[in-house]
Nanobody, 126 residues
Framework: VQLQASGGGLVQPGGSLRLSCAASGFALDDYAIGWFRQAPGKEREGVSC????????YFLSSGKGRFTISRDNAKNTVYLQMNSLKPEDTAVYYCAADYSASYYSCSGSSREYDYWGQGTLVTVSS
């Protein structure tokens, strides 16, 4: 059972990145999926999550309108499209899978998640 987060990198302010979270060893469509991030010296925070029924929740007021979460169950992958990136978006981004979430919901609490990817670093800088 493994989650692989990828797609991070160095981008200039105003740029875009699409993060991917690919699962191996299990079917992602049995799980709610969350994206979290942790900036240097700060606690991990929820960014967004998507339920098994594709219901989307965004936890960052600063991310609303800029971040879009989606899932492609056929590819066993969840995406986080990030546009208009700002230096304060710099962080390691993690994806996580929650098996116990209800069919229609997902959580912003990291304690609810069962499996975690290794993280992918996003650096927004000129």
């Amino acid at each position: 059972v493994q989650l692989q987060a990828s797609g991070g990198g160095l981008v200039q302010p105003g740029g875009s990145l699409r993060l991917s979270c690919a699962a191996s060893g299990f079917a992602l469509d049995d799980y709610a999926i969350g994206w979290f991030r942790q900036a240097p010296g700060k606690e991990r925070e929820g960014v967004s999550c998507i339920s098994r029924t594709h219901g989307r929740t965004y936890f960052l007021s600063s991310g609303k309108g800029r971040f879009t979460i989606s899932r492609d169950n056929a590819k066993n992958t969840v995406y986080l499209q990030m546009n208009s990136l700002k230096p304060e978006d710099t962080a390691v981004y993690y994806c996580a899978a929650d098996y116990s979430a209800s069919y229609y919901s997902c959580s912003g609490s990291s304690r609810e998640y069962d499996y975690w990817g290794q993280g992918t670093l996003v650096t927004v800088s000129s």
